[in-house]
Nanobody, 129 residues
Framework: HVQLVESGGGSVQAGGSLNLSCSVS????????MAWFRQAPGKEREGIAS????????QYSDSAKGRFAISHDSTENTLYLQMNNLQPEDTAMYYC??????????????????????WGQGTQVTVSS
């Protein structure tokens, strides 16, 4: 199994920044592609960024492009999400996720929650106007 633990969430004002972290432990060889998702109350879980640990390919949702940056430190086994210019609509629980299987295949989009096998418990981000 793979264990994921998120941290770094909090409350900020609009225009502020946060840097989320996701510590990976356990069978890390099962962590081939990693991603960040978020879920606001009453909404579906949304994929916002992913990174491949083998090809280093990075992908973002339209809502994340230009404001968020995903990165991975292999020596620390930690996934990051730098979030800048946060807005109230970014308020959500943020989750990291990983899978050992290939993504971007039919039925396995990088942004689909069902693509990933392991999930953290989430960290809350609240942005006030």
């Amino acid at each position: 199994h793979v264990q994921l633990v998120e941290s770094g969430g909090g409350s900020v004002q609009a225009g502020g920044s946060l840097n989320l972290s996701c510590s990976v432990s356990g069978q890390t060889d099962r962590s081939r592609t990693m991603a960040w998702f978020r879920q606001a109350p009453g909404k579906e879980r949304e994929g916002i960024a992913s990174i491949s640990r083998s090809s280093f390919r990075i992908q973002y949702s339209d809502s994340a492009k230009g404001r968020f940056a995903i990165s991975h430190d292999s020596t620390e086994n930690t996934l990051y999400l730098q979030m800048n210019n946060l807005q109230p609509e970014d308020t959500a629980m943020y989750y990291c996720a990983t899978t050992r299987r290939a993504v971007d295949l039919p039925g396995r989009p990088w942004s689909g929650a069902g693509t990933y096998d392991y999930w953290g418990q989430g960290t809350q981000v609240t942005v006030s106007s």
